[in-house]
């Protein structure tokens, strides 16, 4: 037996995983969802990530998520600097972690 399950991005649909990062969906938790919307999507996934990083009505566990994964996408810079001032203190501290990330690639 397996301590683990392999979810392929595939089987969702770019709407239903949009749906469960937003919480609608129960059979998916949030934070998955949002890594499997970015492994579904690769880098054109920058505008959902974005979306839901700064929707305050996004379970605040999503939108650390999302933040995370805008990391990898250089063209996100400014979108995680703005996040920086977010209300939500996971959500800034996302930020924080994501540009010293990015900017530790960079170097």
Same mark, same amino acid.
């Given at each position: 037996?397996?301590?683990?399950?392999?979810?392929?991005?595939?089987?969702?649909?770019?709407?239903? *995983?949009?749906?469960?990062? !937003?919480?609608?969906?129960?059979?998916?938790?949030?934070? *998955?969802?949002?890594?499997?919307? !970015?492994?579904?999507?690769?880098?054109?996934?920058?505008?959902?990530?974005?979306?839901?990083?700064?929707?305050?009505?996004?379970?605040?566990?999503? !939108?650390?998520?999302?933040? *995370?994964?805008?990391?990898?996408?250089?063209?996100?810079?400014?979108?995680?600097?703005?996040?920086?001032?977010?209300?939500?203190?996971?959500?800034?501290?996302?930020?924080?972690?994501?540009?010293? !990330?990015?900017?530790?690639?960079?170097?």
């Amino acid at each position: 037996m397996s301590d683990y399950a392999v979810v392929d991005p595939a089987a969702f649909t770019t709407e239903e *995983l949009m749906s469960a990062a !937003r919480g609608e969906v129960k059979a998916l938790k949030p934070q *998955l969802a949002v890594v499997l919307l !970015r492994a579904k999507l690769g880098d054109a996934a920058e505008q959902q990530l974005t979306d839901l990083a700064r929707d305050g009505t996004v379970d605040p566990r999503a !939108r650390h998520a999302a933040t *995370l994964e805008l990391a990898s996408l250089p063209s996100a810079r400014k979108t995680l600097e703005s996040l920086l001032t977010s209300s939500e203190q996971l959500v800034a501290d996302a930020a924080a972690k994501a540009l010293q !990330r990015s900017q530790s690639v960079d170097d």
